[in-house]
């Protein structure tokens, strides 16, 4: 089976920095998305590592260790309009699904 | 525009009734998902399809029907067999095997048992 851990809640205050982390148990891995949610709101893609290292996509980055099983995304210069929920998926075994993590609420605060 | 469109936005169902969820894409995609999105939870993978005719169980199929008769459409219907309907579900799609391409979401069906 598969199993994500990644924190329930996480605040912030405006131009701030923070960092999500993820953890995963899979049998099989082909990657690490990231999406982000607002309230009622579709999810929407930020990022994908499917190798080790770092992914930068303006004030968003993501990091993945295969060897620890482990990734995290970092948003830099937080803006009120980042107050939304991030999920972590992985694609367990192979380019035909995505399982998601239960999602980290992030509250930025002036 | 491309993109995902999911009707109707809000459903009522009463008990022992089955609902029809649309969902139609004009992104010219492989592969589309049903998820199941509870309060405060993440999302739990229903059924998905990477090509026409053909659909795979996800983690949480029992109650769920599906069908795939063309590329652009993917009907997600929520049968009297499932006991706890009411739920915010998400359609996606998807490229299939371009793992960095992400999948693009419709605005949901928000379900509710009355």
């Known amino acids: 089976g598969q199993s994500l851990e990644q924190p329930s809640e996480v605040t912030a205050v405006e131009g701030a920095i923070v960092q999500i982390n993820c953890t995963y148990q899979t049998s099989g891995f082909y990657g690490l998305s990231w999406y982000q949610q607002h309230d009622g709101g579709a999810p929407t893609f930020l990022s994908y590592?499917?190798?080790?290292g770092l992914e930068e996509t303006g004030r968003f980055s993501s990091f993945l260790s295969r060897s620890d099983s482990y990734g995290y995304l970092l948003l830099q210069e937080l803006q009120m309009k980042d107050s939304a929920s991030y999920f972590c998926?992985?694609?367990?075994?192979?380019?035909?699904?995505?399982?998601f993590g239960a999602g980290t609420r992030l509250a930025v605060h002036p | 525009d491309g993109g995902i469109t999911q009707s109707p936005k809000y459903l009522f169902r009463k008990e022992g009734q089955n609902v029809t969820l649309s969902c139609e894409q004009n992104?010219?995609?492989?592969?589309m998902y049903w998820y199941r999105q509870d309060p405060g939870q993440g999302l739990r993978l229903i059924y998905y399809?990477?090509?026409?005719?053909?659909?795979q169980k996800g983690d949480i199929a029992e109650g769920y029907s599906v069908s795939r008769e063309k590329k652009e459409s993917f009907p997600l219907t929520v049968t009297s067999a499932q006991k706890n309907p009411t739920a915010f579900y998400l359609c996606?799609?998807?490229?299939?095997?371009?793992?960095?391409?992400?999948?693009?979401f419709g605005s949901g069906t928000r379900l509710t048992v009355v």
């Open positions: 998926a992985v694609m367990p075994g192979g380019y035909n699904k995505l399982i």
């Open positions: 992104l010219n995609h492989d592969a």
């Open positions: 996606a799609s998807t490229l299939t095997g371009a793992a960095n391409y992400g999948y693009t």
């Open positions: 590592n499917g190798l080790d």
């Open positions: 399809s990477q090509i026409v005719n053909d659909f």
